[in-house]
């Protein structure tokens, strides 16, 4: 059990580094968005227990902290 496990995270880290690469032509603005969508599901699914409304509304909450805090200086 704790091969597929181990299988299923690497595979996991190996789609989040190629979806990455997708990241080359956004914006500072954007990037940071995205990232703080993920950092956002992540902490909403561990603080919920994996509950899909605590993972949605985390990345949402992440997404939009992290679309403010990159927002280019004026």
């Known amino acids: 059990m704790?091969?597929?496990k181990h299988?299923?995270?690497g595979t996991a880290f190996s789609l989040a580094l190629l979806s990455l690469a997708a990241c080359s032509?956004?914006?500072t603005q954007d990037k940071g968005t995205v990232v703080g969508?993920?950092?956002g599901?992540?902490?909403g699914s561990v603080l919920t227990g994996g509950s899909a409304i605590g993972t949605?509304?985390?990345a949402a909450v992440g997404g939009v902290i992290g679309?403010?805090?990159s927002k280019p200086d004026r």
Request: charge should be neutral; charged fraction near 10%; avoid cysteine.
């Open 67 to 69: 679309h403010e805090i």
């Open 25 to 27: 032509g956004m914006s």
């Open 56 to 58: 949605v509304g985390g």
């Open 37 to 39: 969508a993920g950092v």
């Open 41 to 43: 599901a992540v902490g």
């Open 7 to 9: 299988l299923i995270l």
């Open 2 to 4: 704790k091969h597929i």
